[in-house]
Structures are given as C-alpha cells and as structure tokens.
C-alpha cells in the first residue's frame, strides 16, 4: 500500500520566533570534535586516536518546556479536574495516561483563515464549515483549524495571530465525542494580546481562555503550533501525533502528521 505523509509539525529551534521569548526553546550544539573528552571520560584508557579522525559523537542540550514546539496538550494543563459534564468531576488526566487511540484517528480540517485576528469561533461557526465541506463529525474525529496564525510562523506577530476557539465551539466539538482537536496558532483560544485588547476596549470579560477551560466539563486534548495545514484537504487523511510520555507532565511533544491512504 503506498501512502503520502504530511508533516504538520514546527522545528525545535534556535532563534525563530515560535513563543514569547520567555519560553522559547534553547539548543546548545556539541559537535563530534567538542565531546570527545566526554568519551575519554566515559572510558577511561582511552586515547583521542582511539576514535577514527579523533571524532566522538555529535549531541545536542536542549532547554524548553513540555509546550514548547508542536505538542499536544492534556486535560491536567487546562483545570485540575475534568468531565463534570459527564456526571462526575474526577482529577483531570496527565499526558502520560492518555488513550493512545485517541491519537491515530481520521482527521478534518476547519478553514478559518479568513476569520480576523482574535475572533472568537463560535458553535454555529463550525456547523457551517462542517456543512461547507460535506462532513458530519464522527466520535474521536481529530478537528484541526487552519487560521491565518499558520503562514506567520517565525514572524514577529506569530503569537498574537489567528482565531481562536471559544468554550461554546469546543464543546461542540466534544459533545460530539471529539477528543483530539488542533490549531496552527501558538494556542487553542484567541491570543492573550487580542483577548487583553478586547478587554480594555468593551469590557468583556467573557470566554478567557474558555476553549482550554472547557476541558473541566469534557476531558480531551489539543495540539498547537501545527504546521502545514493549508495544504491539507478538508477529509480523507490520518492524523497521528503520539505524545511523549512524561510522567505526570500536562502536554507532550509530537511530531504530529497527516497520513493519506
């Protein structure tokens, strides 16, 4: 069977605008020549000539947080409890106690490119999309949204582009039995910038965050910072994007792709 891999994922590195600065990943590089006296330490009577052109291993150190590059987000990042509109609240699962058939799964694609910076999708925003593309969302679908945050990456208004998906849409997505959903923006909800502005300008309080706060009423899991989703047809692909597994960590990175048959 031939099959076409997409890679959805950013790179890890240096110097390319994909957080605040803050929590922007660091990576020291170790070439072949600057490790090998850890070699001559690791085994002692060994001499540089020992190793063919006195060249040990090339290794990397890298600093970052479990948000850090494309990962996928668990329930334990959003709230500490979840699935209280299920019948009973009970402490919201880490990354490492996610069901990994949630993460190999039919995908879809929602192109909310259009829609401004700071928008906040609401339900009826996605049952028209849905109806745009012929699809009719199935339990465990993987959701991915295609917003304009996706041709910015690198660029210096990378974090505070895109739309972003408001508590009543992500619910209508798990109240459909959605479990894994995704964006190309830095998060899920709108960007803190746009949401603070709205804020200062209306007054508004309402929806802070309320995309990611809606795992308190259904457990469930998002990626961020996916790459390449413009190219992506509406159905008709895979999604896999396995977590790492950290213990008792609230995301995990993955190297998220699209699988066509």
Known sequence: MNRRF????IYLENDV??????????????????????????????????????????????????????????????HSTMDAALGASQPSAT?????????????????????PDGHVVGAAEIEA????????????????VNTRAGMRYGQADYVDCGCGMGYEATMYLLERGVRVTGTDAWSWDAPFSQTARR???????RDIWGGHKAGRDIGYCHLEKLHNLEVLPPVGFTVCC?????????????????IFD
């Open 6 to 9: 997409v890679d959805l994922s």
């Open 17 to 78: 605008l994909s957080d605040p600065p803050p929590l922007a990943p660091k990576i020291t590089y170790q070439d072949h020549a600057q490790t090998l006296p850890e070699f001559l330490h690791l085994l002692p009577g060994a001499r540089a000539e020992d190793f063919p052109d006195q060249q040990a291993a090339a290794v990397e150190w890298v600093t970052l947080t479990t948000h850090s590059g494309t990962h996928l987000d668990a329930p334990w990042h959003f």
């Open 95 to 115: 990354i490492d106690e996610i069901p990994l058939h949630w993460c190999f799964q039919s995908g879809v694609k929602l192109d909310f490119r259009h829609l």
């Open 129 to 144: 999309e849905l109806a745009r593309i012929g699809h009719d969302l199935r339990p465990l679908d993987i959701v991915l």
């Open 199 to 205: 804020i200062a300008e209306t007054g508004d309080h």
């Open 242 to 258: 396995f977590p790492h597994k950290i213990r008792g960590a609230s995301a995990g990175w993955t190297r998220a792709v699209a």
